[in-house]
């Protein structure tokens, strides 16, 4: 074991006390949103998690606090464009859900209630916290649904490149990649209830939900026989509500079509679709000058919004959704709230200058403000794989 991994282990496994100024300032907040809170009510439930917290090193949030806990997480969210809806999101609650199997079939009962044939609902399941007594289950994918990738000749790869060090990984649990490959082959989630004993699950078909991508005026598009996953479930971040730790609480939203059609399936250290598009369109790749990229990205865009338009999945656009946000600002400064975000993630990664988040500046994000959804440390690992452990990128 390298030393970082016998760190994070001995952390993750010692017992840690929950901070009362941290429960008490999330009780406050809870009260000034709920208007049914007195003040004397306040002050009993501060004093109720005191005691819990002095007898136990933890305390049980019920479930409204929760609620508000994972929504306000939502809203605290700086990189999401997409936080006019924070209030929709629906929790499931399975904090006494235990064993990695049944973590593993709450996740698929997750994605077939959100993804309800299309009609996508925002959701979160939240899965036990870390206690004084026992850390709570991680899931050590970045989202409940990734494609694998593999090395073929070279320097080539067929998948999802990104998760070629995943699939590495889930290969050598065990997991064996379907007798004929693809570049679309749905990984394992890889669940750890017992700490540095991850078990891999396969996900049943029929509960990951696929759009198969086409072009509204190119009929060679569909020839490439691209598709992807209706439902974004980032299922490695923790949730952080009044100095209580969820480690493994899987959220979904519904996808916005450039996040698929000008980065996961663009970016050059992904699919890398944009020379063959360009070759499809018929277009000059040698020299820059002829804008190829931008045209490429333009119409693979347009095919996932058109592709999921026809499939009936909810899918948002950028431009909307610009707007959107704007309104969401608007809102929350209405309710003398500040609203962070981060430039470079809200402003579309196509048409920046078209959409109007572009045209302004926002409050900075800050890293201390709770409650929030966090980087989750697996606890094993570092263990099992030192060099994927060490590539904790944020996603894209
Ligand atoms: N960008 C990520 C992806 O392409 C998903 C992140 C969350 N996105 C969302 N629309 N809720 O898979």
């Known amino acids: 074991m390298c030393k970082d991994a016998a760190v994070i282990l001995r952390n993750a496994l010692r017992p840690k006390c929950v901070d009362t100024d941290e429960a008490e300032e999330f009780l406050r907040l809870f009260q000034t949103e709920d208007p049914a809170m007195t003040d004397d009510r306040l002050r009993a439930r501060i004093e109720e998690v005191k005691d819990e917290i002095a007898a136990t090193g933890s305390y049980t949030h019920t479930a409204a606090e929760l609620a508000f806990g994972a929504t306000v997480a939502w809203r605290n969210s700086a990189r999401c464009i997409g936080r006019l809806y924070w209030r929709g999101l629906r929790i499931r609650d399975r904090r006494q859900v235990s064993g990695a199997r049944a973590i593993a079939a709450e996740c698929t009962a997750h994605l077939r209630e959100a993804g309800r044939d299309g009609r996508i609902r925002s959701t979160i399941t939240i899965f036990a916290p870390d206690t004084v007594a026992a850390p709570g289950p991680r899931i050590w994918n970045e989202q409940l649904i990734r494609y694998a990738a593999y090395r073929t000749r070279g320097d080539s790869v067929c998948g999802d490149r990104r998760y070629l060090g995943f699939t590495d990984l889930v290969r050598q649990l065990g997991w064996t990649p379907p007798a004929r490959r693809g570049p679309f082959d749905v990984l394992p989630l890889v669940v750890e209830s017992e700490p540095g004993r991850p078990r891999y699950f396969e996900l049943p078909e029929d509960a990951v939900l696929e759009v198969p991508l086409s072009h509204p005026d190119h009929p060679w598009f569909a020839e490439f026989g691209l598709r992807w996953h209706a439902v974004p479930a980032m299922s490695n971040m923790r949730l952080e509500i009044g100095g209580v730790t969820y480690p493994a609480a899987p959220f ?35 020299s820059e000058r002829t804008l190829w990229r931008d045209r490429a990205l333009v119409e693979l865009t347009l095919a996932v919004q058109h592709s999921f338009d026809t499939a009936g999945v909810t899918m948002a656009d950028h431009h909307t959704e610009s707007r959107r946000f704007l309104t969401h600002l608007a809102r929350e400064e209405d309710a003398g709230r500040a609203c962070r975000a981060d430039w470079s993630w809200i402003v579309p990664p196509v048409s920046g200058s078209q959409s109007p988040v572009f045209h302004r500046y926002y409050d900075e994000p800050d890293a201390s403000v709770r409650p929030a959804f966090l980087p989750a440390e697996p606890i094993g690992l570092p263990a099992v794989m030192p060099d994927v452990a060490a590539q904790r990128c944020p996603f894209p």
């Open 252 to 286: 979904n939203g519904w996808y916005m079509g450039t996040e698929i059609g000008a980065r996961n399936l663009a970016d050059a250290d992904r699919y890398d679709l944009l020379p063959s598009i360009a070759e499809g369109m018929g277009l000059s790749t040698r």
